[in-house]
């Protein structure tokens, strides 16, 4: 996953969207900028498909 932290989009890696100039993340890292607020996942690759279920299999967990 790419993503830049603090940023606003996070991108599957081959993402034809992702600038380029993002650092790129762990799976775990990615799960934890998504949890910030004004961060979302890409919808136009798979960051989208994968991430956000799992965000919400651990809803009230926190």
């Known amino acids: 996953m790419h993503g830049r932290r603090g940023g606003s989009v996070v991108h599957e890696s081959s993402c034809r969207r992702a600038e380029g100039s993002g650092t790129e ?11 910030r607020p004004g961060v ?15 965000l919400q299999l651990g809803e009230g967990h926190r």
């Open 25 to 35: 993340l762990r799976t775990e890292e990615a799960l934890d900028a998504l949890m």
């Open 40 to 54: 979302d996942a890409c919808h136009d690759c798979d960051a989208a498909i994968v991430l956000i279920p799992v």
